[in-house]
């Protein structure tokens, strides 16, 4: 996929976002303040994307797209603003600017995350096309649900908080973690699109198995940048040294980290053999997430 392409995704979702947000009832304006702060400007909007290039490659209609991206975005900046919290990973900076709680204050930020969690459910309830049916409508809404929640990514900020301090965790309870908080919502990306749409079962499984090893391999990414990379990503990067928490930085040595995510990539990459070259952008998607590890 070309740059070019990726950058019209972006500036159709950032388009449709703040759309989206202008059209909504938010009577407070200290709570509307502070989720537009929360949102814009973004990040790399990874999980909008994978919702874009997953979707086109089982063709399902843009219409649902947008308002697929809008939820999982809204969804995932409610965890940013709550993870920053003094009583989580207490980090009082986010994508280069201070975190909500500190550019508002603590109970803001509190409810400013609730706020867009909920938001996330209204959008899907009320905004995506009449083309879907109500079945599909419940079950895309159903994917989010579930991987925000308890069953997602609930449990892994408490397992994050509680057993990542300890000194006897091992791979599999660090895997389980960081699938549980960020690899769940990363597959939801996928189910919700596969929801909305009619794939084939072999193509399904592929990119399930395609969002299992990106989720996976982004958070070791992360872990290898934190204690590798240039210092300069944007976000109070000491939280977890500074809360002694175990990383897979921790548990590997620079060399072995790399060829393990070299390997996930791998993984990833074999995944979307299923599908032509010249009928999908997920390797571009890739080969973009891979170039901060050759800086």
């Given at each position: 996929?070309?740059?070019?392409?990726?950058?019209?995704?972006?500036?159709?979702?950032?388009a449709?976002?703040?759309?989206?947000?202008?059209?909504?009832?938010?009577?407070?304006?200290?709570i509307?303040?502070?989720?537009?702060?929360?949102?814009?400007?973004?990040?790399?909007?990874?999980?909008?994307?994978?919702?874009?290039?997953?979707?086109k490659?089982?063709?399902?209609?843009?219409?649902?797209?947008?308002?697929?991206?809008?939820?999982?975005?809204?969804?995932?900046?409610?965890?940013?603003?709550?993870?920053?919290?003094?009583?989580?990973?207490?980090?009082?900076?986010?994508?280069?600017?201070?975190?909500?709680?500190?550019?508002?204050?603590?109970?803001?930020?509190?409810?400013?995350?609730?706020?867009?969690?909920?938001?996330?459910?209204?959008?899907?309830?009320?905004?995506?096309?009449?083309?879907?049916?109500?079945?599909?409508?419940?079950?895309?809404?159903?994917?989010?649900?579930?991987?925000?929640?308890?069953?997602?990514?609930?449990?892994?900020?408490?397992?994050?908080?509680?057993?990542?301090?300890?000194?006897?965790?091992?791979?599999?309870?660090?895997?389980?973690?960081?699938?549980?908080?960020?690899?769940?919502?990363?597959?939801?990306?996928?189910?919700?699109?596969?929801?909305?749409?009619?794939?084939?079962?072999?193509?399904?499984e592929?990119?399930?198995?395609?969002?299992?090893?990106?989720?996976?391999?982004?958070?070791?990414?992360?872990?290898?940048?934190?204690?590798?990379?240039?210092?300069?990503?944007?976000?109070?990067?000491?939280?977890?040294?500074?809360?002694?928490?175990?990383?897979?930085?921790?548990?590997?040595?620079?060399k072995?980290?790399?060829?393990?995510?070299?390997?996930?990539?791998?993984?990833?990459?074999?995944?979307?053999?299923?599908?032509?070259?010249?009928?999908?952008?997920?390797?571009?998607?890739?080969?973009?997430?891979q170039?901060?590890?050759?800086?």
């Open positions: 996929m070309s740059n070019q392409r990726m950058g019209e995704y972006l500036i159709r979702h950032e449709i976002l703040k759309n989206i947000l202008n059209r909504l009832d938010i009577p407070a304006p200290r509307q303040e502070a989720i537009l702060y929360a949102l814009f400007p973004g990040g790399k909007r990874l999980r909008p994307m994978l919702v874009y290039l997953c979707g490659l089982v063709n399902v209609p843009l219409d649902s797209l947008d308002i697929i991206a809008v939820a999982i975005e809204l969804t995932h900046c409610y965890s940013l603003v709550h993870d920053d919290l003094p009583s989580m990973d207490n980090d009082d900076f986010r994508r280069g600017k201070p975190s909500c709680h500190r550019a508002f204050d603590e109970a803001t930020a509190i409810l400013v995350g609730d706020g867009m969690q909920a938001l996330a459910i209204e959008i899907l309830l009320n905004f995506l096309p009449k083309t879907l049916s109500l079945r599909q409508v419940i079950a895309v809404t159903q994917e989010l649900v579930k991987a925000s929640g308890p069953a997602g990514m609930v449990s892994g900020q408490s397992l994050d908080l509680s057993e990542l301090a300890k000194p006897h965790i091992d791979e599999a309870q660090l895997c389980e973690i960081h699938q549980l908080k960020t690899g769940k919502l990363i597959s939801a990306c996928i189910n919700m699109v596969l929801a909305a749409g009619t794939p084939s079962p072999e193509m399904a592929a990119l399930r198995r395609f969002a299992t090893h990106l989720g996976l391999v982004f958070q070791m990414q992360d872990d290898y940048l934190d204690r590798y990379g240039n210092g300069k990503l944007g976000k109070g990067r000491a939280s977890d040294a500074a809360n002694q928490k175990i990383t897979f930085a921790t548990l590997y040595d620079k072995e980290l790399l060829s393990i995510i070299q390997n996930l990539y791998l993984q990833a990459h074999q995944e979307l053999s299923l599908f032509s070259p010249d009928d999908h952008d997920l390797l571009c998607l890739l080969r973009s997430l170039k901060p590890l050759e800086m």
